[in-house]
């Protein structure tokens, strides 16, 4: 099994020990590939829209892109912390996830995420813990991932991992390896299952794909949608 993690933060603060504590019942049987954030992806996406519409391999910080684009495509489960800033994911996620703009279902979502699980896992002092996974959850579902789970953590005592009561660190621990032992049970030759939110969201743009690609059949989202077979039979969650 491989799984691909995207650190909000290279703090090896709390959001690091949640990650390793999570990680700590899949060492054994998984291939772990980290990013660290910004240090991985470490430019803010200038907006020039080249890779909406012309393509993704002219971005300017192409290098850093592909290298976590790869590890994601290649993983059986994708992992996202973060701490919460200010009711949100830290911008060091947001910028990563900005160059992923064009990876959005109405643009060119990559078929093998419809079949991919994923994990969320923030946590706030007080609050905002929610808000900052919604941040991630949108990217990843309109990326056309359907499994997708949310682990959010409330501090309510020191932001010091070590000064954290040990009651509530083993209460941590504990929600950690309950959902990495679920997910080590999983069967990752079989594809997770599409959701219907998913494929309702599908159906919508192909019907927006196939309006464009009359006025325009070259314009870049229409073709890719068309050589992937998506506004004929073919579907990214089924073998075609
Ligand atoms: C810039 C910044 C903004 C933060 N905003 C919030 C917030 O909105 N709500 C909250 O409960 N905690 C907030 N925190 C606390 C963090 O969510 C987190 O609990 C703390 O940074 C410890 O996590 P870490 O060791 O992984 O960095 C903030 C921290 C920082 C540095």
């Not at 992923?100 to 419809?114: D, I």
């Not at 599908?202 to 070259?218: C, H, I, W």
């Amino acid at each position: 099994m491989k799984i691909t993690v995207i650190n909000g933060t290279e703090k090896k603060g709390v959001t690091y020990r949640l990650k390793e504590l999570f990680l700590e019942h899949l060492r054994d049987s998984a291939e772990i590939t980290e990013f660290y954030l910004p240090k991985d992806c470490p430019s803010f996406c200038v907006g020039c829209t080249t890779c909406f519409l012309t393509d993704e391999h002219k971005c300017r910080d192409r290098e850093y892109v592909e290298k976590i684009e790869k590890a994601l495509l290649e993983a059986d489960l994708l992992v996202f912390t973060s701490p919460t800033y200010v009711f949100h994911a830290t911008g060091a996620m947001k910028a990563m996830l900005d160059h992923f703009g064009y990876r959005w279902m109405p643009h060119r979502p990559a078929k093998e995420m419809f079949g991919k699980r994923a994990v969320v896992i923030t946590q706030a002092l007080g609050s905002g813990e929610k808000s900052a996974a919604k941040d991630i959850k949108d990217s990843l579902s309109w990326w056309g991932v359907s499994d997708i789970r949310v682990i959010t953590f409330k501090l309510m005592s020191d932001i010091d991992w070590n000064k954290i009561p040990e009651k509530k660190r083993a209460a941590f621990a504990g929600r950690l390896y309950k959902e990495a032992d679920r997910l080590k049970k999983i069967d990752y030759t079989k594809p997770a299952r599409t959701s219907l939110i998913t494929k309702a969201k599908f159906y919508a743009v192909r019907m927006m794909q196939s309006n464009l690609g009359k006025s325009d059949p070259e314009y870049t989202d229409y073709k890719y949608w068309k050589n992937n077979g998506w506004i004929d039979k073919a579907r990214p969650w089924k073998k075609n």
